[in-house]
């Protein structure tokens, strides 16, 4: 088993995993760590209920690129603004896209093709890696998708294959064609799996990273174990408590050792789920620990960041 790749020199990551895992708290954590070695980052959203300002402690987060914390600039990716975009960067024509765009058959038209919304979405975060300042250089050194859930983000990654199998050459499969190659380069690019150590997001987990590598031959650079516990007990404790009848009295030490178990319990399968995940995925994972203050604010954000290599 592999380590992960060093993120710093991609161009383009896809953080993704199950929902609620903790997926923009990594790529918040992850673009303050890129931003402290230099890197101009963007972050990416998709229409996501937007958490990330809070996390940042920046002004709420809309459809427009902004500023929010140094070397760090975010966007929420919203469909209808990103077909526009791109529709009016394709027709090279403001008023030609008006005429097309406002017209509501059309846009019903574009609604109803399926993969239409997940590309705009990816399209446009990749369109912001092809994006350059006025002296050539790149306006973002990487740019960090905050992908959806599993499910929703394996269809989201599915598009532009498709795209590149069904739709006939032109401008569209050119740009997806160029994304396409991008996302499958290792060099330039790397998925980041966000995972839990409890046993239904390991066995999620090691499905996606499966599909990853079967199906769409995306490079996978690193996996994240969010929410770690450091260990109270040594395996043999852990299954003394666990084989203790369950609790039913409510004198302090009963509560005491209720506590125990359920704590044993989580260990257990923290530790199940990590032996599961290091014998079953290509590169082994790194590690955040569970917080117990809030976790969706900047010093808790600044504190995952410089656990990150
Ligand atoms: N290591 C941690 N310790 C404590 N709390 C955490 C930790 N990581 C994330 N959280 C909290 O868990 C919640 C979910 O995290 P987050 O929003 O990053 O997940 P997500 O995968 O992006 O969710 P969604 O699928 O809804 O987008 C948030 O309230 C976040 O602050
Ligand atoms: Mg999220």
């Known amino acids: 088993m592999g380590k992960g790749v060093a993120l710093a020199t991609k ?13 923009t708290t990594v ?10 070695k230099g890197k101009r980052v963007l972050i990416a959203m998709c229409n996501a209920k937007e958490r990330l300002s809070s996390m940042l402690g920046s002004e709420l987060i809309g459809p427009d690129v902004k500023s929010v914390a140094p070397n760090v600039w975010a966007v929420n990716m919203e469909p209808e603004q990103a077909l526009a975009e791109y529709g009016m960067m394709a027709l ?13 058959y059309v846009r019903k038209f574009f609604r109803a093709v399926p993969g239409m919304q997940e590309w705009t979405l990816l399209g446009k975060a990749w369109w912001h890696t092809t994006e350059t300042r006025d002296d050539g250089s790149f306006k973002y050194d990487v740019v960090i998708l ?6 929703h983000g394996l269809d ?3 598009v532009p294959k498709i795209i590149l199998d069904v739709v006939p050459p032109g401008l569209l499969r050119r740009d997806a064609e160029r994304a396409w190659k991008m996302f499958q380069d290792p060099e330039t690019c790397a998925v980041v ?25 995306l490079p996978i650079g690193k996996i994240v174990v969010n929410g770690v516990l450091p260990p109270l007990f040594s395996k043999a404790e852990r299954a003394a408590l666990e084989g203790t009848e369950p609790v039913t009295g409510d004198t302090p030490a ?18 199940e789920s990590l032996l599961r995940l290091s014998e079953e995925l290509p590169i082994s994972p790194s ?7 809030d976790a969706a604010q900047p010093s808790a954000i600044r504190d995952l960041a410089k656990r990150m290599v």
Do not use: Y
């Open 27 to 36: 790529c918040a954590a992850e673009a303050l760590a890129l931003a402290a």
């Open 254 to 271: 009963d509560a005491a050792l209720a506590a125990a178990r359920s704590r044993a319990t989580r260990e257990r399968v923290q530790a």
């Open 193 to 217: 799996l966000v995972t839990l150590p409890e046993e239904m997001p390991t066995t999620e987990t090691i499905e996606l990273a499966k599909a990853l590598r079967e199906e769409l031959r």
């Open 156 to 158: 989201m990654l599915r």
């Open 287 to 293: 590690f955040l620990p569970q917080l117990f203050e």
């Open 92 to 104: 090279h024509s403001k008023t030609l896209f008006k005429l097309l765009f406002d017209n509501k």
């Open 146 to 151: 905050d992908a959806p859930a599993t499910g």
């Open 11 to 23: 161009r383009f990551l896809i953080v993704t995993g199950k929902g609620g895992v903790g997926k």
